[in-house]
């Protein structure tokens, strides 16, 4: 299936497990460092093609080495990276993550080129020829925030292009930004967080219900261990967390974005793409980085 992913692209360097931070200049020993290419846009491209999609990347990064390098792992995984724009003299956005032993993962972040991405970067042609767009990070990617791209979303799903998205941070002044999106797009996928930032609401389901009203066909709120919720115009759905051994909660939501959307695209409704979504998020949990575990035969366990 063909998919474009447009938005933030991020090299992350994790490490764990960490416990606490070293004082002055002593060193810590630690199990694994790993760099991943991630973000709401890359981490959903890598996870798309593992579970067998085609799949093309949109967006910016720097001319630096963590550039070089995010190219360099997308392509290896079978992204197409080819339409990609290199900012001269800007730094590619990248994350330190210190995961901690219960699979926590503050960050250190530089948002870098993801800040300039603007519908000059964007391939229209390309994204006409798609049979679904992801949105990845639309809350930090201010410059595609114009109604000239609105529009091409509505032609885009005028002519049967499925348009899902994601969001990066849980501010809640950029988070009402991206809410200007909503109409223009079939799914949004949320955090808990997020949707009651978004929103301004008290419960995930008032949140899930305010963003639904926004003009959206769904809404799925991830919620950690405790699954997702699941709102469209036929009601609400819980879709319970698979029991797996967490070692790293980065990347989890790309993953479940890329489960999501591919149960879609092979013809599924709302609520069984979400399982395919959630068994893809568990899989990755299980690993260091959101490129871990091997996505073979999770549509079965997602079913």
């Known amino acids: 299936m063909s ?55 949109m967006g910016a ?62 391939d229209v042609e390309v994204l006409r020829g798609a049979r679904a767009v992801h949105l990845g990070g639309m809350d930090v990617t201010f410059g595609l925030g114009d109604p000239a791209f609105f529009a091409v979303l509505d032609s885009l799903r005028e002519q049967g292009t499925i348009v899902t998205m994601d969001l990066l941070s849980e501010m809640p002044d950029l988070l009402a930004m991206a809410r200007a999106f909503l109409p223009h ?5 949320p955090n808990a967080a997020q949707a009651l930032a978004m929103t301004g609401a008290a419960t995930v389901e008032e949140a899930a219900a305010a963003l639904l009203a926004d003009g959206v066909s769904g809404v799925l709120v991830t919620l950690g261990e405790e699954g997702s919720l699941v709102v469209t115009a036929e009601g609400s759905t819980r879709v319970p967390a698979l029991e797996v051994e967490v070692n790293d909660t980065t990347g989890c939501g790309d993953a479940y974005c890329a489960g999501f959307l591919t149960g879609l695209l092979r013809g599924h409704d709302v609520v069984t793409a979400a399982r395919w979504g959630t068994a893809t998020a568990a899989r990755v949990a299980t690993g260091l980085g959101s490129d871990a575990g091997d996505l073979e035969g999770i549509f079965d366990e997602g079913r």
């Open 185 to 189: 797009v079939d799914h949004v996928l």
């Open 3 to 57: 998919v474009v992913t447009v938005g933030v692209h991020i090299v992350d360097i994790l490490t764990r497990p960490v416990e606490t931070i070293p004082a002055g200049q002593d060193t810590v020993l630690v199990d694994q460092i790993r760099l991943t290419a991630a973000g709401a846009a890359a981490g959903t491209a890598v996870d798309l093609v593992k579970l067998g999609n085609k799949v093309t990347s």
């Open 61 to 122: 990064i720097g001319d630096d080495e963590l550039g070089d390098f995010l190219l360099m792992i997308m392509s290896r995984h079978g992204v197409d990276v080819s339409l990609l724009a290199r900012r001269t003299g800007e730094q590619t956005a990248a994350s330190i993550l210190p995961i901690r032993p219960d699979g926590g993962r503050p960050s250190f972040h530089v948002p870098g080129a993801n800040l300039s991405v603007s519908l000059a970067d964007l």
